[in-house]
C-alpha cells in the first residue's frame, strides 16, 4: 500500500516553461488536495478536489491548474512558471470532507523556478 | 488570511524540558487536526478534536480543545531529540468543509 506518491521529488525549471506535477494515491480517497510550503507561512490549499471531475480553488490558485478524471490522480499544472512558484509542493488525501478528515500526505515537490 | 493563529513560531528546549504550542481561531471549529512534520519530511496526522474540552493524550503528548471551540494546545512532557520538527494545527476553513486550513507551525528544536 503506497499511499500518496508524488513525482518528481525534485525540479528546476527555467521561468516560462511548464510543468506538472503528479499526484496518486491508492486509498480510495474522494478528496485530495495541493497545498504550497513556503518559510514561515506554514502550507497554503492551491487547488481541492472532492471527486473525479469536481476540483475547486483554494487559497492560493492564480498560476496553477488541476484536472481530476480518475478518483486516483490530481495532477497540478504550472502553466508558465515564475519564480515566486518556487516552493514544496505537496499532496494530500483523505476521505470525505477535507475539512473534517485527517489527510494523508505524499513526500513533496520540491520546486526550483530560476 | 490565516484562519488559526499558531504560537509560539520558534521553541528550543533543552532535552527532558517540557513544551507547548497554542492554537487560535477567530471562528468556532467543528475540530482541529494536529500534524507533526519533521525536517525535510511531510507533514504526518497525530490527532483530531472533536468536541468540547476534549483532552486525548498520545504517550508524552497531550492535545486539548478548548471550551468554546476555539482554541487548542499541544503539551510534551520531557521532550526527547525525537520530538524535533514543526508541529501543525489545522482547522475547516469558515464557510467550507473541503478546506482545511492550517497555522503557520511552531518550529521545536531539542538540545541534547
Known amino acids: 500500500n503506497a499511499g500518496v506518491t508524488q513525482t518528481p521529488k525534485f525540479q528546476v525549471l527555467k521561468t516560462g516553461q511548464s510543468m506538472t506535477l503528479q499526484c496518486a494515491q491508492d486509498m480510495n480517497h474522494e478528496y485530495m488536495s495541493w497545498y504550497r510550503q513556503d518559510p514561515g507561512m506554514g502550507l497554503r490549499l492551491i487547488h481541492y478536489?472532492?471527486?473525479?471531475?469536481?476540483?475547486d480553488q483554494g487559497e492560493v490558485p492564480n498560476g496553477y491548474n488541476v484536472s481530476r478524471s480518475t478518483t486516483e490522480d490530481f495532477p497540478l499544472r504550472l502553466l508558465s512558471a515564475a519564480p515566486s512558484q518556487t516552493s514544496v509542493y505537496f499532496c494530500?488525501?483523505?476521505?470525505?470532507?477535507?475539512?473534517?478528515?485527517?489527510?494523508?500526505f505524499g513526500d513533496g515537490t520540491r520546486l526550483s523556478i530560476l | 488570511g490565516q484562519q488559526v493563529m499558531q504560537i509560539p513560531q520558534y521553541q528550543h528546549v533543552q532535552e527532558g524540558e517540557d513544551f507547548t504550542t497554542y492554537c487560535n481561531s477567530s471562528?468556532?471549529?467543528?475540530?482541529i487536526q494536529w500534524y507533526k512534520q519533521r525536517p525535510g519530511g511531510h507533514p504526518v496526522f497525530l490527532i483530531q478534536?472533536?468536541?468540547?474540552?476534549e483532552v486525548k493524550k498520545q504517550k508524552r503528548l497531550t492535545f486539548q480543545f478548548g471550551e468554546a471551540k476555539k482554541n487548542s494546545s499541544l503539551h510534551i512532557t520531557a521532550t526527547q531529540t525525537t520530538d524535533v520538527g514543526t508541529y501543525f494545527c489545522?482547522?475547516?476553513?469558515?464557510?467550507?468543509?473541503?478546506?482545511?486550513?492550517f497555522g503557520k507551525g511552531t518550529l521545536l528544536t531539542v538540545n541534547p
Open positions: 489545522a482547522g475547516p476553513h469558515p464557510g467550507s468543509n473541503y478546506k482545511l486550513t
Open positions: 494530500a488525501s483523505s476521505l470525505g470532507q477535507g475539512g473534517n478528515q485527517p489527510q494523508h
Open positions: 471562528t468556532t471549529l467543528s475540530n
Open positions: 478536489s472532492v471527486g473525479a471531475g469536481i476540483t
Open positions: 478534536l472533536v468536541k468540547s474540552g
